[in-house]
């Protein structure tokens, strides 16, 4: 069975600075889609980044990156030049070609002024 | 474009009673999701349906939940009867076509309390 783990259930950011966030994942699998979700309180949550595992190149939305090692089933997100309103609980998400997406169990990010 | 539509938004329970929850996802979006997330947790995928047929149930409680997607449009997910566990928010999400590259739009959850 497919997993998702996120060993960061919080973190902090200097606003400006630059943060990163750790995924790891089990799959047999070789192909899949990797996405990192936000879900601000009490808001929706929203697609941030995604990556296919068929692409080498590391996905990149503005300032926010991934660095995406398939060996390592590795899937860490970097926010760059992070914003108060960055903050938010941060989720790591798989998917076979299903839709089905597995959820790790969440990062807190916290952004101090 | 307007979002995926959840109602209600809060409900507090008695544990043994019956609720049901409202989804109407995004037009023209084949499939749907059912997602419970508990406090401190991340999302659980409860059911999907692609237009008003079930692709995966796997991880629904039959034996209380129950889900419907009447003519592959807007959906109604009910437990019956409640327990005290079953306390946890839970999302509607929508997706063009069900597939790896889709993305998911997520509707503002509806917070169940059971007490």
């Known amino acids: 069975a497919q997993t998702v783990t996120q060993s960061q259930p919080e973190m902090s950011v200097q606003e400006a600075e630059t943060v990163t966030l750790s995924c790891t994942y089990d799959?047999?699998?070789?192909?899949?889609?990797l996405f990192w979700y936000k879900q601000p309180p009490s808001r929706q949550m929203i697609l941030v980044i995604r990556?296919?595992?068929?692409?080498?190149q590391n996905a990149t939305e503005n300032r926010f990156s991934v660095n995406f090692q398939k060996a390592a089933k590795s899937f860490s997100l970097k926010i760059s030049d992070s914003q108060l309103g960055d903050a938010a609980m941060y989720f790591c998400?798989?998917?076979?070609?299903?839709?089905?997406?597995?959820f790790g169990q969440g990062t807190t990010l916290q952004v101090k002024p | 474009e307007a979002g995926v539509a959840q109602s209600p938004r809060y409900k507090i329970i008695e544990k043994r009673q019956s609720v049901a929850f409202w989804c109407n996802p995004i037009s023209g979006h084949a499939t749907l999701y059912w997602y419970q997330q508990i406090l401190g947790q991340g999302p659980k995928l409860l059911i999907q349906f692609q237009n008003n047929g079930v692709v995966d149930d796997s991880q629904l409680p039959k034996d209380r939940f129950s889900a419907e997607r009447l003519k592959g449009v807007d959906s109604t997910l009910k437990i019956q009867p409640a327990k005290l566990e079953d306390s946890a928010v839970y999302l509607c999400?929508?997706?063009?076509?069900?597939?790896?590259?889709?993305?998911?739009?997520f509707g503002p959850g509806t917070r169940l309390t059971v007490l």
């Open positions: 998400a798989y998917t076979s070609n299903t839709g089905k997406l597995i």
């Open positions: 990556q296919e595992a068929y692409k080498q």
């Open positions: 999400a929508s997706s063009p076509l069900g597939i790896g590259t889709d993305t998911q739009y």
């Open positions: 799959t047999s699998e070789s192909d899949y889609y």
